[in-house]
């Protein structure tokens, strides 16, 4: 079946760094995108990755190991505007074949303190 | 900025009613998607839309769902008889393929009395 696992909460300090896990078991597998969703609005994309290692971007990274179905997302230089959900999604090659689905878990709710 | 408009941005509805949802894409792309999320719960994969036709549903999209593409540039999701456990907020999404992310609009909050 289709899994995706992350953690349900985690609170973080102002300035700090904060690491969000992820592990996967899916059919099929194009590549892991993280996603920041603040309350009462829509998902925004942060991050992909399709081949192991680690993508940098600005104050966020990711990284993916496929042989471990593992991704994180790694947080720097938090802010309290960085209070939000974290959605971890695979791209899966769907059910028929025909195209693609996103399989989203269920979201790190972190919580950024002064 | 959202890659595509949605509307109405809350929908109220009586159950049993039909609604149907909007979706404005603002530039072309390749695919697009219908998810939705329950308050408290994870986003969920309805459809997804390719070359003007279905190309995966999820369980979720019954009977009870259709999508379209009257004019060839927007998308609707209609829901023909709606149940209490489909309020919800609903996304429409595109996306350019491979390597490439989802979007997602603003969303479509529908609360089914």
């Known amino acids: 079946g289709q899994n995706i696992d992350q953690p349900t909460e985690m609170t973080a300090t102002e300035g700090a760094i904060v690491q969000i896990n992820c592990t996967y078991q899916?059919?099929?597998?194009?590549?892991l995108f993280w996603y920041q969703q603040h309350a009462g609005e829509a998902p925004t994309f942060l991050s992909y990755?399709?081949?192991?290692g680690l993508e940098e971007k600005g104050r966020f990274s990711s990284f993916l190991s496929r042989s471990k179905g593992y991704s994180y997302l790694l947080l720097k230089e938090l802010q309290m505007k960085d209070s939000a959900s974290y959605l971890c999604?695979?791209?899966?090659?769907?059910?028929?074949?025909?195209?693609?689905?996103?399989?989203f878990g269920k979201g790190t709710r972190l919580l950024v303190k002064p | 900025e959202p890659e595509v408009t949605q509307t109405p941005s809350h929908q109220v509805t009586q159950m049993g009613q039909e609604v149907i949802l909007r979706c404005v894409p603002i530039s072309n792309h390749l695919y697009f998607y219908w998810y939705r999320q329950i308050l408290g719960q994870k986003v969920e994969f309805l459809v997804s839309f390719y070359n003007n036709e279905i190309s995966e549903k999820s369980e979720i999209f019954d009977d009870q769902f259709s999508v379209e593409r009257p004019d060839g540039s927007n998308f609707t999701l209609k829901i023909r008889s709606t149940k209490l456990e489909d309020s919800a907020m609903y996304f429409c999404a595109p996306s350019d393929g491979f390597n490439s992310p989802l979007h997602f609009g603003n969303g479509t909050r529908l609360t089914v009395t």
């Open positions: 899916t059919s099929g597998f194009n590549g």
């Open positions: 999604a695979v791209r899966d090659e769907g059910q028929t074949g025909q195209g693609f689905s996103f399989i």
């Open positions: 990755n399709v081949l192991d």
